[in-house]
């Protein structure tokens, strides 16, 4: 099952700046006035490794990489060890309790995900490995974190990393939504028995789809290429009962449709939904949250104006019938429902457009997709409600995948503050002195 190992995290020293100006969110949810502003605040943010820019950008993150190492601005602890990592933050990013998400960085042995042991729920997209594979063979590096959940219903590895997280924490910041702390585990013992709690577990990944895919297909790479051991991927490992987890909805916006006729639309939706007309959008949420409460399935439609229109299932048993391959629990999954019922079979919208987003676009903001309408930007708009961590666990149980962008897992884990650099003697650093 899931074979973890420690490491000798690699992290940005005193020479670099303060750790807060260091670090950046994930790289593919940054624009790039974004990143210009990164390295505005902090020449030596990681956001030049892991979104670099230019004629040869992976050339130059290969070269800043090294550069950097030469220069003691980045260096690899003496000792392996595990990470702990905890992120505060309030539910609602603006309101709502406050939560908090724990877990332990380590690496986790990357195998292809028909061996079992390490699960996905979502599609991928070829682009994005292909851009990943890329850094991957200029650096030799992980530089942000795979996310991933397990399974603990004992609670003892919930209770060995709160017990090794007790003392000041190494760093510890506030982005302005997100309090970051990081604490280092050397002990052998405890590197021990976390190792053991995980060899009989089975790994859910929440999000680094394309990072873990892209992992493997690198360990065959310096395999085949003799460059070095890559069968080790960073990840973060959080318990599925965290708590803390929280998991928002990403809603669809169509646009581009030719002859889309709204009306039409929804008179076909009748066929599965009870549709109610609603009067002001800023009822949305408190609609879709009771409706989330019951365990019903529906979806707000907005097609411009002040109002839109409540899209409730009437019959489960529909899925069971029109996909008959698909676990009960891919079947019943909101996004499941909403493509296969309206997306595709309505809107003509197939799943080769979905991939290429050629009429189908998302976002995570209610506002923003709403804003869009209004714009004209998109004809309309399918607002969700989140998925469920058990129905990620479910379908990646099933052996089966989610369509792409059903999951958001908030917050974003911080890429910067422990990286790892591999063994290996990739191309460009025979001549360099750098191991």
């Known amino acids: 099952m899931a074979e973890i190992k420690p490491f000798r995290g690699m992290r940005f020293t005193d020479k670099a700046g303060e750790i807060q100006t260091l670090t950046c969110p994930p790289y593919d949810i940054i624009s790039e006035d974004q990143r210009q502003e990164y390295l505005r605040v902090n020449p030596c943010n990681v956001i030049r490794l892991e979104l670099p820019r230019g004629e040869n950008p992976y050339e130059e993150a290969g070269k800043t990489l090294e550069t950097w190492l030469q220069e003691g601005i980045l260096r690899q602890d003496s000792q392996p060890g595990f990470y702990i990592y905890e992120e505060e933050f309030l539910a609602g990013v603006t309101h709502g309790p406050v939560k908090k998400v724990k877990g332990l960085i380590c690496l986790v042995k990357a195998e292809p995900f028909s061996k079992g042991t390490v699960l996905p729920h979502e599609e991928t997209l070829s682009k994005a490995k292909e851009d990943r594979l890329n850094l991957m063979k200029a650096t030799g590096c992980n530089f942000s974190q795979i996310y991933s959940l397990y399974m603990d219903e004992e609670g003892a590895t919930r209770e060995r990393i709160e017990n090794l997280s007790q003392d000041t924490p ?52 310096c395999s085949e290429n003799g460059l070095g051991d890559a069968g080790y991927v960073m990840m973060m490992l959080v318990d599925m009962e965290n708590d803390g987890l929280v998991v928002f909805p990403t809603h ?95 809107l003509g919208i197939d799943q080769e457009n ?54 958001y897992f908030y917050p974003k884990l911080i890429t910067g503050l422990v990286m790892n650099r591999m063994d290996l003697q990739l191309p460009h650093e025979e001549s360099s002195g750098i191991s």
């Open 170 to 221: 190494r760093y510890e910041f506030s982005d302005g939504l997100v309090t970051h702390r990081l604490w280092l585990v050397n002990d052998p013992v405890a590197i021990q028995a976390l190792c053991e709690d995980f060899a009989p577990r089975k790994l859910y990944i929440a999000d680094g789809h394309h990072r873990y895919e892209t992992a493997v297909n690198f360990s065959r790479y």
């Open 354 to 407: 979905m991939a290429n987003q050629k009429n189908l676009t998302y976002t995570r903001s209610e506002e923003e997709a709403l804003e869009s309408v209004r714009k004209g930007e998109s004809q309309c708009a399918f607002i969700l409600n989140p998925t469920r961590v058990e129905e990620i666990r479910d379908v990646a149980a099933a052996g089966e995948k989610m369509p792409q962008k059903s999951t």
């Open 252 to 346: 669809r916006l169509v646009r581009g449709l030719e002859s889309f006729d709204p009306q039409a639309l929804l008179e076909g939706c009748r066929e599965h939904f009870e549709v109610t007309e609603m009067a002001d959008t800023a009822e949305i949420p408190q609609k879709l949250n009771a409706l989330y409460d019951q365990g019903r399935k529906a979806f707000a439609f907005y097609c411009g104006g002040q109002g839109w229109h409540l899209l409730e299932l009437r019959d489960f048993s529909v899925m069971a019938r029109l996909l008959p391959d698909k676990s009960p629990a891919s079947q019943d999954l909101d996004v499941t429902i909403l493509h296969s019922l309206v997306l595709e079979k309505l």
